[in-house]
């Protein structure tokens, strides 16, 4: 089981967004890096998450309250199509995004301070945060499944803005906290 969290600068073809979508040669970005943009990850044991001491300790120390658990294939999530297609839109949320994912496997890109993307690549018992305000999407890969848990501060709110929200207080903070970073 790795540890660490293997994410790399994707290049511009339109081909299947399932697809790895590396650079040659392949640029890697270090959890480092990651961690200057606001982007914070744990490796989990999700074969336990239902008892998992260690997941009940990341909840409480950062108040995730909600949890809801949400299975992404064509069978078992209505309107698959279209909520991938939703999912794949560049956009960005009020409050932080987490994800941990139990099974399968995904792609979350960032993008980075120059606008680069990035590409994040999620399997099971990956745990990530992705700051208010990021820029941001997901997609399945070429698996195409995943079971992911969603965590939320009190009530959650799944409202995503599609770039352009530049001008969004929380696009500002969020591009402000990177200064000097
Ligand atoms: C793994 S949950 C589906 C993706 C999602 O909710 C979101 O906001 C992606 O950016
Ligand atoms: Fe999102």
Redesign the pocket.
């Known amino acids: 089981m790795a540890v660490t969290l293997e994410a790399w600068y994707m290049d511009s073809s339109e081909e299947d967004q399932r697809k790895p979508h590396r650079l040659y040669p392949n640029r890697p970005v270090s959890l480092d890096d990651l961690r200057k943009l606001g982007v914070f990850h744990w490796k989990l044991n999700a074969d336990i998450y239902e008892t998992d001491p260690e997941l009940e300790q990341i909840r409480k120390d950062q108040g995730y309250s909600y949890m809801d658990i ?1 299975s ?1 294939h064509k069978d078992t999530l209505p309107n698959y199509e279209e909520k991938l297609k939703m ?1 794949f839109e560049e ?1 960005l ?1 009020l409050d932080d ?1 987490i ?1 941990y994912i139990l099974d399968g496997h ?1 792609y ?1 890109d960032v993008r980075d301070k120059e606008d680069r993307w990035i590409r994040i690549a999620m399997s099971k018992g990956d745990l990530i945060t992705l700051p208010a305000g990021i820029y ?3 997609t399945l890969d070429e698996n195409n499944y ?1 079971k ?1 848990m ?1 965590l939320f501060v009190g009530e959650p709110v ?1 409202k ?1 803005y599609n770039r352009p929200a530049d001008d969004f207080d929380i696009r500002q903070k969020y591009t402000a906290s990177l200064q000097g970073s």
């Open positions: 949400i992404i999912f956009h949320h995004e994800r995904a979350f941001h999407r997901f995943t992911a969603r799944w995503a």
